[in-house]
């Protein structure tokens, strides 16, 4: 069944999605979800977020529109077969000639206009008295479901979908590194316009236009560049205020290539020597990062190694300015995912995963002395970790 | 009470929000709320959707992490108190020196201890049990909030945001056009960029860059350009395809000033004459704009104003490939907003709307003719309306 496209019946050869990572990818992930699927024990599975639609269907969704609720809803059964419900007008032509998905059906509107629509696919695919799960499911729209399909059993998939996200197979870390060369690229372009005088919203364009011709198909997280005080307090974008001589600025950006995501963040110096104190704060943080990596091994809990960087900060004079948070994250399709690298998670970090860590010192109560971040990726091998940003520079005149 | 801010204690000057519009738009916004509260009939209101917190707060939310659930969840009462639980940690240090905000709390991590601490708030300020609205709810939290709170009155405040949203005081308008201001500046170097063996994300690149530069906050919409056959099926990104030689380029990008956005799109020739059948369907494009713009009046339906361009493409030769969908959209603070102006919406427009109209014509059984999209905004006045976006240039080839 076609929805709203079905008069488009001419295709530019055969289908193919925008950035699409190959029919390679495209068979790991499918039976990556499969097994998901069974060992979860639902039938089926409605998918709200954007990402996981793309990472089930390769369908180059839009999902930027954030002030809208809903814009797709992909059901998904347990054949590995695909309905997608969705919303916008162009993606009747959108869907028909870049994407692989045969069963679309266009819904008009609000929330309240979902539910019949969804209810429809359940029934069609012999779903609707069954097990199914949900992603990010508006509280809205699970009252009309429950009304209107009363045997549904729903429930939450969200540690099915942490698991699939988690676990990487060497293909999908292929992207991730060819994620990490675009975002080396645009670190290296952000830190050549780093100096005195320059603003921190013109670094930030240098870096995201850089990316952007490297390839880079979105920005998932506001890039920042925080110079001095606003490196003190972690202030997460990029300002109009003018980087001045000798201070801390904090580089952190995003980038993805085949849906798969990228992040890193370095601190470089503005002008001239660092001081004593800065020199200080950087070598704190680096050592921090340095014992996180040193931690990362099959069965080692995102506690542990969380604690192993946090132990550099508590034994240094910045103590009291220390990361308060997660020292790190999951990275993998879309942007973060579970497990945080945090103190009191106790799941153990696995082959295949990637996980971003990023030790951090705010000075937040004498802003004038900035902060230090420095976050680099590492996969989970069977003995240790292996560092996948390895080609994002550092500083120079900090790593002296 | 401040959350684990709490030893935050040295303030840089008195707190005040990045990107912040003065406190003059700030009672605007405040007063605004607290009247859509009133006549909603709501005691207080949970707000999920992190534009929605920016405009009643003021804080610069981060709000793009797009893979994880809940960052922020702001409690907002009819004495427009406001409570937010927010879940980073980072926002330990960015609340108390860069917010308004005196009752922030930290929750850790996943839907499940959100519950508690929504509780919480709702029943310091004596709403556990009182009728509270909310725009985004998950519906895993939905189903933990009446578990934990069983007298609390949970409806949906999404027609109240939307009444917010559409109603734009004077002050909102000059802040949107400042948001055109940008966006020209970024469409103007982009149109510099369009020649032939230029890619469309090198476009891109190109309009990103100069709106950062000009004081853009962030690109809520993936920024468009789409050349040749991804004009023709209205490709909604920008793609590693080279641009050939007079071919059609639409270029749909957004900016954000102090949180309110502009949205336009252009449509420009790669190179020399454009043909016949290109001006025609540029022609018919325009003709179906300015009749959509002259339709809008207060009292005019939604439908009434899509249906003035509709007809200009249904007495073409294009009649097949004119828009399938709406026309435009309400533009607010965030990206879109209902209403949308489509057929089948009866709604009318009031003075004080901003509307974005958009007609378009994509071949797309023809992919090598490719397409036209122009949008320009408008506000509604007493009378008529006026155009906002009118320094965004026109394409010089296809005017002609």
Same mark, same amino acid.
């Given at each position: 069944m076609r929805g709203g496209g079905a008069d488009v019946t001419t295709r530019i050869g055969a289908p193919r999605p925008i950035f699409y990572p190959g029919d390679a990818v495209r068979r790991v992930k499918g039976d990556k979800l499969l097994r998901a699927l069974e060992s979860a024990g639902l039938d089926g599975v409605l998918v709200f977020k954007p990402e996981a639609i793309r990472y089930a269907t390769d369908f180059y969704v &839009?999902? $930027?529109? %954030?002030? @809208?609720?809903?814009e797709y809803c992909l059901l998904m059964d347990r054949r590995g077969r695909h309905a997608l419900a969705y919303s916008s007008g162009s993606d009747d032509y959108r869907l028909p000639l870049t994407? $692989? @998905? +045969?069963d679309t059906r266009r819904v008009s509107g609000r929330v309240d206009e979902w539910a019949p629509v969804i209810v429809d696919m359940l029934t069609d695919y012999g779903l609707a008295a069954k097990r199914v799960g949900y992603d990010l499911l508006p509280a809205a729209l699970d009252v009309r479901l429950r009304e209107l399909a009363p045997h549904l059993e729903l429930r939450s998939a969200e540690a099915m979908w942490e698991q699939v996200s988690a676990d990487k197979h060497p293909l999908e870390v292929d992207c991730i590194r060819r994620a990490y060369d675009v975002l080396a690229i645009g670190i290296r372009a952000g830190i050549a316009t780093v /100096?005195? &005088?320059? %603003?921190e919203i013109d670094v930030a364009a240098e870096i995201e236009a850089a990316m952007r011709r490297a390839g880079? +198909?979105?920005?998932p997280a506001i890039t920042m560049v925080a110079s001095g005080p606003n490196a003190a307090i972690f202030e997460r974008v990029a300002t109009e205020r003018v980087i001045g001589e000798r201070e801390l600025v904090i580089l952190d950006a995003t980038a993805v290539v085949n849906g798969y995501t990228a992040d890193t963040a370095r601190t470089v110096l503005s002008s001239g020597e660092a001081t004593a104190q800065q020199q200080d704060m950087y070598r704190t943080v680096k050592a921090a990062l340095r014992a996180a990596i040193e931690a990362v091994r099959p069965g080692a809990t995102c506690a542990e190694i969380d604690g192993a960087a946090r132990r550099s900060y508590n034994a240094s004079a910045w103590s009291k300015y #220390?990361?308060?948070?997660?020292t790190g994250h999951q990275i993998g399709f879309g942007l973060h995912g579970a497990p @945080? /690298?945090?103190? #009191?998670?106790h799941e153990a970090v696995k082959p295949n995963m990637v996980m971003c860590l990023e030790p951090r010192i705010h000075v937040f109560d004498r802003p004038e002395s900035g902060g230090v971040q420095v976050e680099d990726a590492v996969l989970v091998t069977d003995t240790g970790c292996v560092v996948l940003s390895s080609d994002v520079p550092y500083s120079e005149a900090l790593e002296r």
């Open positions: &839009k999902g $930027f529109r %954030r002030f @809208l609720d809903i994407s $692989f @998905l +045969e /100096v005195p &005088k320059t %603003r880079n +198909e979105m920005t #220390g990361s308060r948070w997660a @945080l /690298v945090g103190p #009191g998670v």
